[in-house]
C-alpha cells in the first residue's frame, strides 16, 4: 500500500522582553522559523518506515534499507531515501554508516556520524523536489548504536523514501 499523504515540519516560536532602561520603555521582540517540507509528491516519496528501535546496553541496532516492513505490515525495499527522523528516548544513540554495505546518506563520509541525545532530535531531509539518495545492494545499512553502557535504549525512527 503506497504512501497517501506526509507532511514534514518543524518549528521554533520565541518571544523576548528586556527591562526597561532608565529614559526608556521595555522592548519586546517576538519571531518564528518554520520549516516545512513542502511539495512531497506521494507519487514518488511512496513509502514511509516506522519503528522503535530497541537496543541493549551498549547494543547497535542495523537497518537495512532494502529489507523494511511499512506500517500495514507489508515488506518493501527503498530505492531512494529522502528524510530521516532519529529521536532517542532512553539514552544518548549514534547513528552512523553500516559496516557492511553502507549508505554514506547525509553524512559527510563513511566514517562519519551523528550523536543524538537522550530526549533530542535529529531530524534531516533533502528537498522534496530532489531525487534523493540512492539505495543499492552496496549502499543500504546504517546503525544506531546506544551509547549508554548501563541503560537500554528506545528510540523511534521514521524514514521516508521511495520504492524506485
Known sequence: ??????????QATWSLQS??????AAASQGDDLPWVL????????NQLYVATLSTAASGT??????ALSNLVGESFSFGH????????????????????HPIQWFFNNLAAGVVVHNGGVFVWSDP????GTAVTGTAKTF?????SGTTAASTDL????STT
Do not use: E, F, K
Open 38 to 45: 513542502a511539495g512531497i509528491d506521494v507519487a514518488v516519496w
Open 1 to 10: 500500500m503506497p504512501l497517501t499523504n506526509i507532511g514534514l515540519s518543524a
Open 81 to 100: 531515501v529522502l528524510a530521516i527522523a532519529v529521536l532517542p528516548q532512553t539514552a544518548d544513540v549514534r547513528m552512523q554508516p553500516g559496516g557492511a
Open 19 to 24: 527591562g526597561a532602561a532608565t529614559g526608556y
Open 158 to 161: 521514521l524514514i521516508l523514501g
Open 61 to 66: 541496532a542495523t537497518i537495512d534499507l532494502t
Open 128 to 131: 522534496a523536489t530532489s531525487t
Open 143 to 147: 546503525t544506531v548504536t546506544n551509547l
